[in-house]
């Protein structure tokens, strides 16, 4: 694995450590139907919860990052 931290790596890791106190979650109920289906709910944990919040998180950051890069280019 590449060791070095690019720019696009740094913008999205600061992004990431201000939103660290909102990724924690509680337990929640989730439907999980598709579009015109019955509603059909599971009960998920906190720790899965907690886990899509920050993946979802992480994703953002790098869209942010790639804006941006592209931005600073300009």
């Avoid at 060791?3 to 450590?17: G, P, T, V």
């Avoid at 999980?32 to 899965?48: F, L, N, P, T």
């Amino acid at each position: 694995m590449n060791e070095e931290i690019k720019l696009r790596d740094f913008f999205a890791a600061q992004l990431m450590s201000g939103m660290v106190n909102h990724f924690y979650s509680a337990a929640d109920r989730h439907n999980i139907a598709e579009k015109g289906e019955k509603e059909k709910w599971i009960q998920r944990s906190a720790d899965e919860v907690t886990n899509e919040r920050i993946e979802k998180a992480a994703k953002n950051a790098y869209k942010i990052a790639d804006a941006l890069l592209k931005a600073r280019e300009q």
